[in-house]
């Protein structure tokens, strides 16, 4: 049998937290930074950059100073029905390039919006014995409706793909285009070797969608956080009145359920203490319908609600210094949103949509409470209660457990990677790697 080695790790990720600060991108850095940290491995990181980052002339490659190791491709040219790279002769030669350079013994996806299905394909055929594993991080490769699984024209849920169901969302795309699709999608999927989940409710929805559950597992994404905020301080005879949301502004996301439940609490009830402090971004890119709606609510909320724009990971620390509850009011599934484990790390109880992976991170009354998904009014009931039951947040923040942190997930990860190798060496007799 070859020597063992430490293996190489390529992590390949759809954006670059120095210019996409999504959840995803974050995990992606995060399990790259991990797994340098904790030895055992060596990791390099590929990122997709589009406009409007400039590409240099002539390739699609481009480095990142002062940063070793870290590799930004330049992709425009994608199509969105098929998840597909339509210039497939830089995939041929800057992608392949890197992964001829790099021969890495492990390739992970953490996404592959903007680079295409096709990567994955050049990877197994430039190295056959190459460890491939694709993270999940929402149903886009199910759902063409932003990968949402929510019914288009409203906000009814969808439980289950099809081409039939999928031509109702979108009458102009044929069933037989949408079968197409499915079966692109999912084959190229399947040349991985393994896929990674960061909730059970996504992977359960991928095995029923057709992925191989012997090929699934579930591991949360990991956190890079120093230390821990402690509590508010109240004021003498003061309660726990500060709620938060943290995210984009989006259809999906649920604020105007938010907004309309802060609206409907009696006075009595809010009080002068109370507030909602909203932290998030990109309103002005939904439609004008939904901005307008935001702007009512916003008005009719008055000096309840307090909007305080984006904001970046690295500040959560310092924002959580101000606030005791966190609250999620998405309408969609979800799938594992950081700041789940941002606010549980800092031991803020949470109010959640009672529904996908929001519902099974967050347990009803000993971690946090769930709301109807929707339902404005069931969200006032909740919130009314945490401000009026004086020990309720005491109790709900001793049901916290500490998320893990990005070295805990690089270990999972790199014990998953040899797992594969070894099956590997039983079966085919490639190169294992390192224990």
């Known amino acids: 049998m070859p020597q063992k080695h430490s293996p ?22 995060n399990l790259h930074k991990g797994l340098n940290k904790i030895g055992g491995a060596e990791s390099r990181f590929l990122a997709r950059v589009g406009y ?71 990877v197994r055929r430039c190295l056959p014995d190459c460890v491939i594993v694709i993270t999940f991080h929402e149903f886009l490769s199910i759902c063409h409706h932003h990968g949402q699984m929510v019914k288009t024209g409203g906000t009814k849920l969808c439980h289950r793909s099809s081409p039939g169901d999928c031509n109702a969302c979108f009458p102009d795309i044929s069933p037989a285009r949408f079968l197409r699709r499915e079966n692109f999608v999912r084959g190229l999927l399947q040349v991985a070797d393994y ?26 994404n990991g956190l890079d956080i120093a230390a821990p905020t402690p509590p508010r301080e109240l004021p003498k005879k003061g309660r726990r009145s500060r709620f938060a949301y943290f995210g984009q502004i989006t259809q999906f996301k649920g604020v105007d359920v ?37 702007k ?18 690295s500040e959560m620390p310092r924002l959580m210094r101000n606030i ?29 949509s009672n529904i996908g992976g929001m519902a ?38 001793a049901g916290i457990k500490t998320p893990i942190n990005y070295e805990e997930c690089a270990r999972l990860h790199l014990d998953l990677y040899r797992e594969i190798a070894e099956d590997r060496v039983k079966s085919e007799g490639p190169i294992a790697l390192s224990a």
């Not at 909320?301 to 305080?308: K, P, T």
């Not at 929707?374 to 109790?395: F, H, I």
């Open 52 to 122: 409007p980052v400039v590409r240099h002339s002539g390739t699609a490659l481009m480095s990142l100073r002062q940063k070793e190791g870290e590799f930004l491709y330049h992709a425009d040219e994608y199509d969105h029905f098929l998840l597909s790279n339509r210039n497939t002769e830089e995939v041929e030669r800057d992608f392949m390039r890197v992964i001829n350079d790099l021969k890495p013994d492990v390739v992970h996806f953490h996404h592959f919006i903007g680079l295409g299905l096709e990567t994955i394909y050049a």
């Open 258 to 294: 938010l907004l309309d439940a802060v609206t409907r609490i009696p006075e009595a009830i809010w009080g002068d203490d109370a507030q909602l402090m909203i932290f998030g971004g990109n309103l002005e890119r939904q439609p004008k319908p939904f901005q307008e709606k935001i």
């Open 195 to 220: 896929f990674v989940s960061p909730s059970q409710f996504l992977a359960d929805r991928y095995i029923d969608w057709g992925l191989d559950a012997a090929k699934m597992i579930v591991i949360e």
């Open 324 to 352: 005791d509850w966190t609250i999620i009011p998405s309408i969609w599934w979800e799938n594992s949103p950081i700041v789940i484990q941002e606010a549980f790390y800092h031991g803020r109880p949470m109010i959640c």
């Open 8 to 29: 190489r790790v390529l992590i390949v990720s759809h954006g670059h937290p120095s210019f996409s600060l999504g959840g995803a991108e974050i995990a992606a850095y």
């Open 296 to 313: 009512d609510l916003v008005e009719k909320a008055g000096n309840r609600v307090r909007f305080y724009g984006a904001y970046q990971n």
């Open 360 to 397: 099974e991170k967050i347990t009803d009354g000993v971690d946090g409470m769930h709301f109807r998904v929707g339902s404005s009014e069931d969200l006032v009931d909740r919130m009314t209660e945490a401000l009026t039951n004086p020990t309720l947040w005491d109790r709900l923040r």
